[in-house]
C-alpha cells in the first residue's frame, strides 16, 4: 500500500508531481502516512468519522421519515497548499471581493460602469438578483458582501481559477472548523511538523466584523444568527456559529420590527437587534418588499433597514453579482475599478446571450459543461461529456429559448488529492472554497473547504452527490525565512 | 432569553416527562392484571382516561383491550400523548434548542426516540412489556440526570424544570382521580384483598409504593391520598412539584418568596400556598374529585399565563416594554 502504486492518472495531483515525488510542503505528511500501518490508518479514519457524529457534525437528510441525520463524510488526507501559493490566492480574493463591492455599490447608484459601456445593462438590469429595492442604499462603510465563500478549481495547467463568487449566504465554514479540530486529534504529529496556519480564530473575527457592522452607540452591540430553523439543512452549521460566538439564533418569529427597529421577543419583553447574520435569502426577509407570501420573513424588516437602525450581513441585492452571466465580466470590474489586471482568472465562458457564443455552445454541447445564470450548488445544468444524446438535445431547446438564462464553461480537468479508498490510496478530484470576511479590513481564512468527489472518477462535490470533505493546510515550505523562524 | 427558546425548553422538559409518565401508568397496570382473579375483566379503559384522549381513542377504535390501549398510548401517532409522539414533539424541541442544552442531552434525547420508534417498527405488539416499559423510564430519568449535571442552571434550564414540574403535578393528579372514581368503587372489592391490591396499583403508577411503605407502613386509602397529594418530599407528589416549580419560576425573575412580579408568578404563587396550608381532611371536606378537578384548572391556567408572561410578547407592548428596561 501507501505511495509507490499511486496512480496521478494524468491529472493536476495536489500532493505529487507526475514523477510521483511529493510537492513542496507535503513532505512531512507524506513520510507520517507512510510510517503508519494500514489498520491504524484505518483506525484513524474511523475514529474521526466517529467523532463527527458525536459532535453532531450532521445534515438532515430530506423526505427520511426516520429523522436519520449523516456525517458529511470526511477524509483524513489532508488538501495541502504551499504558502507561496497561498499568498497569490489570497491576494487574488481580496482584489476580486475589494472590486465586486465596488461594482454592487455603484449599480444601486450612479450605475457607472454600465454608463460606460463596460458591462451591457439589459444584462445586469435583468439579473434576478438585481433588486430595484436597493437602489439608493448605503450599508456601514460602503460594504455591501462582508461573507464570501468563493469556490475556486485547479486545473490541468495547476492554474486556480474562480468558479462561482457565492456572495449570498455562503455555508460550510463549520465543517473548516470542525475538520481541523478532528485532524489535530488524528495525526498531532503529521500537523506539528507540517506548521499549519490556523483557523480557529474564525468565528472570533466573524463577531467582531457583525460588532464592526452596528450602527447603533450601544457599547456591545446586539448581534444574531438568524436561520430559517431547524428544517434547514445548515441548521447545524446555523447553531454551531451562534455557540461559537456566543450569540443568539433566531428565527424569523423572534423578530418583529416597531417604529423602524427590529426586536428579538425575550422572555423579559422586547430587545432591539442591531445586526443580524442572515441565513436566509434576499427573496425571503421581508414579505413587506420582497416575497409577500414569506412565512420566515420579518415584515418592516427593510423599513428598519433604510432607517439605519439594523445592519445586515450581508446586505440586500448582492445576489446581482452571483449571476453567472455577470460573473463573467469581473475581470473587466477589476480593470475597471482597480484599474488593475485580475490575479485569480475566471474559468472561460460563453454567455449565450450572444449571438456568436450560443452557436459555438450549441455546436458543441458535448464538450461543455452549462449553466443555468441564477442557480449555485450544482443545480439545473448539462455535464455535456456524461450526458445522452438526447438530454443535450433537450437541454439545447431550453437554452434556443431563452440565451440569457444560460452560459457555458469547457469541461474541467480538476486537481485530485490522494484518498483513502478501502485499503489504498486513490486520486479523487476536489474543489477549494475559501472564506472571505469584509469589515474594517479584509480577512481570507487560510485554507478553506475542500470539498471531494468520492465517487470514482466524478467531478461532482456536493454532499448531496457523494461529495465528502478533507482539512485543507496552508502550510509554510522551504528554508527559514531571514529574521529566523516564525513559529 | 428568547421566547422560542425558552419555550421550547418548557416542552422539551414536559413532553419528556409525559413520556414517562405513559409507561408508568401501563407499566403498573400489567403488574395489577396479572394480580387480579380471572373473571374480573382487565382494566384498560382507565388508562385512556387518565391521559384525557377517550374521544380520539373511540374515533379510531372500537374496543377497550389491551392490544388497542397500549397500541394507541405507545406509538400511534394520531394520539398526540402517545409516547412515540410525545418524544418526537421532545426532540423538535430539543433541535431547536440544540445550541442552548448540552451535547450530552442531545445525544440521549435521539437515543431515546430511536429506542421507541425502533419498537414501533415491530408491528406495535410488545413481546415483554415490562422490559420495555422500563427502558423507557430510564431513558427519561437518563435526560433528565444528564440536564442536572452538563447543563447550566441558567433561565433555560429553569424554564425546563418548570415544565416538567407542573406536567409531574398533573399526571399524578390525574393518576389519583381516575383510578379512584373508576376503578375503585367496585364496591364488592371493599375490604377484600384485592381493595389493597388496587389502592397498591395506584401507588406503583406513581413509583410511590415502597416510600409509602416507609412512611406510612399500612396501605389506608387516605393516608395515600395524603402521600400522593401532600407530601413536600416525595418527588412525585403534587405539593412537593409545585414547591419545585415555583421555585423555578422566581429564579428566573428573582423574586423573593411571597412577592410576585407577574401574572404567572401570582397564579403559581397563590395555587402552592392553597396546597401548604391543605389537609386530607380538607380534601374530604371538598371531596377529592371536586379537589383534584379544581387543581388541575388551576394547573392549566398557570400553563396559560406562563405562555402569556414570556412566550407571547404582543408586539403592541413594545416601547412601554422597552422603557421599563432602561
Redesign the interface.
Known sequence: MRFQSYDTGGFYDEMFDSQLQPRPGVEAVVDRFNSLPLEELKYRQQSAEKALL???ITFSVYGDE??TERIFPFDIVPRIIPQNEWAEIEAGLKQRIKALNMFIDDLYHDQKILKDGIIPEELVLSASGYRPECVGLNPPGGIWCHITGTDLVRGGDGKFYVLEDNLRCPSGVSYVLENRVVMKRSFPRAFDAARVAPVVDYPNRLLKLLQFMARSTREKPVVAVWTP??YNSA??EH??L??QMGI????G??L?V??DRV??????????VDVLYRRIDDDFIDPEVFRSDSMLGVPGLMRAYRAGRVALANAPGTGVADDKAVYAYVPEMIRYYLDQDAILNNVETYLCWRDKDLQHVLANLDKLVVKKVGESGGYGMLVGPHASEKERAEYGEQVKANPRNFIAQPTLALSRVPTLIDDHFEGRHVDLRPYVLYGEDIYVMPGGLTRVALKKGSLVVNSSQGGGSKDTWVVETGSVQEGGDQC | MLSRVAESMYWMARYVERAENVARIMDANYHMILDLPTGIGEQWEPLIVTTGDEELFKKHYSEFNEENVVKFLTFDTRNPNSILSCLQMARENARSVREWISSEMWLQINTFYLLVKGASRRGGYIELPHEFFVEVMMASHLFTGLSQNTMTHGDGWQFARLGRMLERADKTARIIDVKYFILLPSIEYIGTPFDHILWGSILRSASAFEMYRKRYGQVVPDQIIEFLTLDTEFPRAIHHCLIIAELSLRNISGTMRGRFTNRAEKALGRLLADIDYTTVEDIKAVGLHEFLDGLQTRLNHTGEVIYETFFSIPAATAATQEQTQL
Not at chain 1, 443568539?248 to 428565527?251: A, G, K, R
Open positions: 458525536q459532535m453532531g426516520q429523522g430553523g431547524v441548521y447545524f447553531s454551531f451562534a455557540q443568539e439564533l433566531v428565527e418569529s423572534d418583529v416597531v417604529d426586536m428579538m421577543r425575550t422572555t423579559t419583553g422586547l430587545k432591539p
